[in-house]
Structure formats: structure tokens, C-alpha cells
């Protein structure tokens, strides 16, 4: 009998694949984002130096009054959050990484956000 295998290594899979394409640089980093059970992350990433170089999530203490942190509102939040803190950074544009996720809800809310405060895709 064939095992079936499980939503995250499919998702996991789908990252491989278009991270073989998609790489930042110092010029254009990479805006990485990861969604777990509780919570939204976001990161934007220099590939040629491997270093994180602005990070949001709703783990920080801006975002405790969400009932649940993993919802539109909360990514708005955090695509909101991210840009700003490029933006301080010098950071315009950016590659997104949606990390093998269906571009929907809030990962597309999280997109749209940063891209209202100014980064560039």
C-alpha cells in the first residue's frame, strides 16, 4: 500500500521548487513568510550573506490584542509591521517568497499590506 503523503511535505515540496528560482540578494532580498497553527511570521533575507535582515511576527507585543493571531487581520498587521521596518532599513524591493502556500487569504493579506506601505515586488 502507497502512503499518501501529508499537507506539510507537499508545502514543503512546492518550497523546494521555486526556491531553485527564487534567491535575494543585497539588492533585492527575499520577504520569506511562514504560517504555523497560532501564529504569522515574516522575514525579509539576504541569500548571498545568509542573514535575516528584518523580522516581524505576531509574537511581538504590538499584536496581543487579536483573539486568534493567525487571521487576516493579524497578517495585515504584520505585512504592515515588516514594510515599515524596511522601509527604516533602506529596503524597497523585495522578492516574495510565499513558501510553498496558496497565495490566499492571509498570506495575500500579508502581501497586499506590505505593498500598500511601500515595498516593491
Known amino acids: 500500500m502507497i502512503k499518501k503523503p501529508d499537507k506539510k511535505t507537499l508545502r514543503q515540496g ?28 515574516a522575514q525579509i533575507i539576504d541569500d548571498e550573506k545568509g542573514v535575516t535582515l528584518v523580522a516581524a511576527s505576531t509574537l511581538e507585543e504590538g499584536l496581543k490584542g487579536f483573539e486568534s493571531k493567525n487571521n487576516i487581520a493579524a497578517a495585515i498587521e504584520v505585512g504592515a509591521n515588516i514594510a515599515e521596518r524596511a522601509r527604516e532599513k533602506g529596503i524597497t524591493m523585495v522578492v516574495f517568497d510565499r513558501n ?11 502581501a497586499d499590506a506590505a505593498r500598500e506601505k511601500g515595498l516593491v515586488f
Open 14 to 41: 512546492k518550497h523546494k521548487r521555486v526556491r531553485r528560482k527564487v534567491a535575494g540578494t543585497g539588492d533585492r532580498p527575499r520577504l520569506c513568510i511562514f504560517k504555523s497553527l497560532h501564529h504569522i511570521y
Open 100 to 110: 510553498g502556500y496558496k497565495y490566499h487569504g492571509s498570506i495575500a493579506a500579508l
